[in-house]
């Protein structure tokens, strides 16, 4: 019996450890991630505007918050996670549309930095297992973006 309960102790002592490792893992992550820069984006477009805010965290990972009000339908609010790929901004936008906050959607967006401003794409969305992403091999388009967002200052 007490031989059972010594390889019991032996073969718990990784899993206690390993536990402990993951802790700690934990808050550094937290203290490496913290906010490098904030910056705050407005835009317009013909009756429409969109206000953003874009914090940097030391890590490279970019989140924020997207405010799209149109004039003839409704809002939408959320948050944007993703990062920078050279002058790339890859996101992936989680919002609610109009009051309505049971039902939550999730877009890719694709903003090229370009002159201080940030221009939002448009391009071929697929859904895979519930996920949406940007087709690959069908490029962005840039040009044919509704949004160009300007840096405001933060209020």
Not at 45 to 60: N, P, Q, R, W
Not at 83 to 109: A, E, I, S, W
Request: contains cysteine.
């Amino acid at each position: 019996m007490k031989r059972n309960l010594i390889y019991l102790v032996l073969a718990a002592l990784p899993f206690a450890y390993a536990c402990n490792q993951n802790k700690s893992g934990t808050n550094s992550k937290t203290k490496t991630d913290s906010v490098v820069k904030e910056a705050c984006y407005a835009a317009a477009f013909e009756k429409d505007s969109a206000a953003m805010i874009i914090k940097t965290l030391a890590s490279g990972k970019v989140t924020g918050s997207l405010l799209v009000k149109y004039a003839d339908k409704p809002e939408n609010n959320g948050k944007i996670d993703g990062k920078f790929n050279g002058d790339t901004l890859l996101v992936d936008y989680r919002f609610n549309t109009g009051k309505d906050t049971t039902k939550v959607f999730t877009n890719p967006l694709a903003f090229l930095k370009k002159d201080g401003k940030l221009i939002m794409g448009v391009g071929q969305i697929e859904t895979t297992l519930g996920r949406s992403y940007f087709v690959k091999g069908k490029p962005v388009n840039y040009e044919a973006g509704k949004f160009t967002f300007a840096e405001v200052n933060c209020k």
